[in-house]
């Protein structure tokens, strides 16, 4: 079943219709400052769990809302936003990745004529991503900035390709596997440049249990279930052991990741399709998607490293 996409498109000059607009698709909101250029164009596009919304207004837009119970990141491309939570106010402007606010706390601040994309997922998705043990609460992200301006470039990267390059392509965000891929690559993301609460060591039970056992029933689980949407702590769970300990084993016995395996695995069942398609009808973008690739490029790349060519070569015969 393909993956629907649900689209919304907003621009008008009027500010008590922009006001309304925002108080619907968002939180209640209100608009105040400098009016001189009325005009607040918005465009959203939702597949999954990701929306992704390109925003631009030319004037000041005051905000204070409740908790959006979602993972919420901002990319500032000009103009700037001010974060006035809890009696703060730290200020974001172009070039700039963050978190707008905790996903279950409320918020208030300020847009300055600015220009920006929201990218949204849902924080269960985070959840999956970093696998935590049922003992260890839930995530938390508990810093707004990127920890370093490379994490911050990162993250921008990913939020960036999700809006001009998954969305604009229908062979990929057609593709449920390939959504949920790119939404978890995301999700990563974040935790790799966010503050937040998973960041500490492993226990003695997870070295204990990241034996070879552990990576036998891992490996059979992934072989047999490729080709739906699995990520870290679906792996774990099947192999009855913690994430932690998941990633003990493979680092230990296999030289990898977890997550660097299930990608081994289906680029191989990629090239496997590849080797048997009539290449009269079949692409390889559309053949990559099936397998969870969402970026073209980054496809080619691992295939060319592990085959020795590119994938059009093999599709082509």
């Known amino acids: 079943m393909k993956t629907r996409m649900e689209t919304l498109s907003f621009d008008s000059d009027s500010l008590e219709d922009t006001e309304a607009f925002l108080s619907s698709a968002y939180t209640p909101m209100r608009i105040g400052g400098p009016t001189e250029d009325t005009r607040a164009r918005i465009e959203r596009r939702a597949v999954g769990t990701l929306t992704v919304d390109r925003l631009s207004f030319g004037y000041d837009m005051g905000y204070d809302a409740g908790s959006l119970g979602r993972v919420c990141l901002l990319s500032v491309h000009s103009g700037t936003l001010v974060d006035r939570t809890s009696g703060r106010e730290e200020v974001f402007g172009p070039g700039e990745t963050f978190l707008l606010a905790p996903p279950d706390q409320p918020y208030r601040g300020e847009v300055r004529s600015a220009r920006y994309t929201i990218a949204m997922f849902d924080l269960a998705v985070l959840e999956k991503v970093a696998g935590n043990p049922p003992d260890a609460g839930p995530v938390r992200l508990t810093g707004a900035r990127p920890v370093t301006p490379a994490a911050d470039r990162q993250l921008a ?161």
């Open 157 to 317: 990267d990913v939020v960036a390709y999700l809006r001009d390059g998954l969305l604009d392509n229908p062979a990929a965000w057609q593709s449920p596997l390939v959504v949920a891929s790119a939404v978890q690559h995301l999700a990563a993301a974040t935790l790799a440049a966010l503050p937040n609460s998973t960041q500490t060591p492993p226990t003695r039970r997870d070295s204990r249990d990241g034996g070879n056992d552990t990576l036998r029933r891992a490996t059979v689980f992934v072989d047999e279930h490729a080709h739906e949407d699995i990520g870290l702590d679906d792996i774990a769970r099947a192999a009855g052991v913690t994430p932690r300990a998941l990633q003990y084993a493979f680092r230990r016995h296999a030289g990898t990741t977890p997550m660097a395996h299930l990608r081994t695995v289906r680029l191989d069942l990629a090239h496997k399709d590849l080797l048997a398609a009539d290449p009269a009808t079949a692409t390889v973008t559309g053949i990559a998607a099936r397998w969870g690739f969402w970026h073209p490029g980054h496809f080619a790349d691992h295939y060319r490293r592990a085959y020795g060519q590119g994938p059009g070569r093999t599709l082509r015969g």
